[in-house]
């Protein structure tokens, strides 16, 4: 009966659909582990085939090309360590699994079920995979290890069933992708599990961006009793070791690798730029460009993807009218200029003109609206994707959460773009957002540190610019106001009287939920965006476009 069993936990960053880099990093992982003498290794769920594959799994052949990948696996890793690795497994009765795969020995040893299908916030499981029975532990150099696959682990039965079945170390294979505070929740289910269970637990998360979602690793160790033995670092890549020992009372973590979580603030702010970093990498981009407008919104999406790709792969252009101020010049140059990326000047009076006179014969007689706004702001768009289209740089869009939430933004104008990496921040977070990178820096980030963002970007008050003085309060209610409606709304999916009860004016409320609805379409349209929060717009909040239902309360 051995009394040490070392585990080789590799924190990696998988790719949907690249089946053959997905196993490539896994067979590298192994060979770490092999090297270390560890008698397992272990990657996270579904990481041969990426996640979330959503409709991806429901072709036939992408299900057999994954379940070939991880045969070959199995052959490549014949002798050394075990190998265990996530991937769809069909059924004999043609149903698909969300499974975890154990290969030792140059086959597929064991294969474990995934029990719960989590079908909220992103996770549509159950029209994906079918539910399996309980099943027991796998059998590893002696040891049985408990498998329960990500969602398993949240509930007590199929950690009770395991531990009842003797299981005597449960290891946890996740694609938890990161919202904020998060940690918090994830750490309480699991110390739950071990002071259930009386087993030490392994939480294998995997990290990366994938769409909209950043899978933000800092997987973690439990002993008995809820003690913590390791955590892997937020994000990074990690492989690393964990030997457990056979005491009396049964099997212990060895203390191991430590990191901190960061706080809120640095964990939003990295997840932006990761997902900005792996949607360039995995789609093909080297290069991306934005409008910048001196306002706080470009200029903290300037930020993000100087941090995330390097100055040298920013393009900052600012496209003034007649009603840009100078403040707004200057303070779009300094931060370009601060940032250290490019900066174009790209005037839009006189095609502005030129759109003016081709559409006067049909516009005669009436008066200038909204409608000549959007024609601004519909005019970058285009020059913008010209520029995108010419040079092959991705367009960003700036949107920030509160003006996706009520339309306050030109579809086809600023809203265009491949992708928006403040789409979840509401714009109080915006500001403070700004504040925390003028003050730190941190190792990850490719841009320079200090003030990057001007003082006066931050401070002074909001404006789209697109007619003479106006301001982001003529249109919504101030942004403290407005985000604290939208809280409610969005976030809690709460009613008008709530908003009533919390303080808010009911007409402030109404107008707020009536452009929350109206908007949807656009939302609709719009590019994907970091996810920070559990209640983002895409797959998190889905509402029907055509809606004629408003609260009576």
Sequence with gaps: MTDRFRLT??????????????????????????????????LPEMFITGYQTQDLILKPGFVRAAVDTIEALARDCADGPALCIGGPCPGEDMRLHNSYYTL???????VVHKFFLPNFNVFDEVRLFSRSRMQGPVAVSGVRIGMPVCEDAWYPDVVEALEESGAEILLVPNGSPYFRKKME???????????????????????????????????????????????LPFIDDCVTHVDFVRGPDGWKAEDGLFTHYPDEWEADYRVMVTSLRDYCAKTGFGKVLLGMSGGVDSA?????????????????????????????????KACATALGCRYDFVPISEGRAAISATLEPLFKGTQ???????????????????????????????????????????????????????????????????????????????????????DRIITKPPSAELRADQKDSDSLPDYPVLDAILDILVEQEGSIAE??????ERADAQRVERLLYLSEYKRFQSAPGARLTRRAFWLDRRYPIVNRWRDPT
């Excluded at 030792?104 to 064991?110: C, D, T």
């Excluded at 160790?221 to 033995?229: D, E, I, R, T």
């Excluded at 908003?499 to 808010?504: L, M």
């Design 9 to 42: 936990m590799a924190q990696l960053n998988p790719t949907v659909g690249d089946l053959a880099g997905n196993a490539a990093k896994a067979r590298e992982a192994w060979l770490q582990g092999k090297e270390a003498g560890a008698d397992l290794v272990a």
């Design 104 to 110: 030792q020995g140059g086959q597929v040893a064991a």
């Design 185 to 231: 929740t994830r750490q309480n289910h699991m110390v739950a599990r071990v002071v259930e269970s009386g087993l030490p637990l392994v939480y294998l998360n995997m990290v990366g961006g994938q769409d909209d979602q950043v899978f933000d690793g800092a997987s973690f160790v439990l002993n008995p009793h809820g003690k913590p033995a390791a955590q």
């Design 300 to 332: 903290l999406v300037a930020t993000i993807a100087v941090d995330a790709l390097g100055a040298e792969n920013v393009r900052c252009v600012m496209l003034p009218s007649e009603y840009t101020s100078q403040h707004s010049l200057e303070d779009a």
């Design 368 to 454: 200038p609206d909204l409608t000549e706004e959007n024609i601004q702001s519909r005019l970058r768009g285009l020059l913008l994707m010209a520029l995108s289209n010419k040079f092959g740089e991705m367009l960003l869009t700036t949107g920030n959460k509160s003006e996706v939430a009520v339309g306050y933004a030109t579809i086809y104008g600023d809203m265009a773009g491949g992708y928006n990496p403040i789409k979840d921040l509401y714009k109080t977070r915006v500001f403070e957002t700004c504040r925390w990178r003028n003050a730190n820096h941190r190792d990850w980030m490719m841009g320079p540190g200090g003030e990057v963002i001007p």
């Design 499 to 504: 908003c009533v009860a919390a303080g808010y």
